[in-house]
Every structure is written in C-alpha cells, then in structure tokens.
Nanobody
C-alpha cells in the first residue's frame, strides 16, 4: 500500500523547535514534490512550503519564512519539516502531501496531491 506516514509532532513552548518527518512507502518519493500544509481550528488551510523532488528548490509561505526549513533525504524516502522559533499561531495539524511532477508551490491546490500523510498535531503553548 502506498502511503505517507508522519511523525514528530507534539507540544513545545514558544520559541522552541520541532521537526516533523514524512516517510513514503510503496512509491519512490524522488518523483514527487512535497508540500507541507497546516490546518488550525477555525482557520483556512495553509500551505507552508513546497520542496522539489531533488530538494534543490523550496518555496515558503511568508508566515514561516526564516523560521521553517524543508528538506528531504530521497535515499530514505523521507521528507522533513524543521520548525524553529515557534509561535502560538503555528499551532495546527500539519500534513505532508505529495504531487507527482515538477511544479512546486506552497499554494498548490489540493487536487494536485496524490498522497497525504495522516497529520501531526503541533501545539505551541507555555
């Protein structure tokens, strides 16, 4: 079964850091761009970043620029989201999603995605 499995969410204090992982199984992640998307209660779903299949190119939402970093290790079939300087407004469920092809944007429409992770809760609170 082809799927994305996320790990690494949790509770962190403001200013802290977390790293999320998104591991692919059943398909080769190299051929897919990865987008990280978050959904907070009562708010519109927001794409926070896109990373190209090779990892050479990234595209970030303004709200996370300079704080979040996307990366991937295709040898491990895994993508990562490093989140630093976290703020309470970063609290959300974070999803990774994979889209086959080369087009990469944090604002990609959801119909472009072939696979979704199950979501990881990130809570930023003191």
């Amino acid at each position: 079964q082809s799927q994305l499995v996320e790990s690494g969410g949790g509770l962190v204090q403001p200013g802290g850091s977390l790293r999320l992982s998104c591991a692919a199984s059943g398909f080769i992640l190299d051929f897919y761009v990865i987008v990280w998307i978050r959904q907070a209660p009562g708010k519109v779903r927001e794409g926070v970043l896109c990373i190209s299949g090779s990892g050479d190119s990234t595209n970030y939402a303004d709200s996370v620029k300079g704080r979040f970093t996307g990366s991937r290790d295709n040898a491990k079939n895994t993508a990562y989201l490093q989140m630093n300087s976290l703020k309470p407004e970063d609290t959300a469920v974070y999803y990774c999603a994979a889209s086959r092809g080369s087009y990469c944007s944090a604002e990609m429409p959801t119909y472009e995605f072939h696979y979704w992770g199950q979501g990881a809760q990130v809570t930023v609170s003191s």
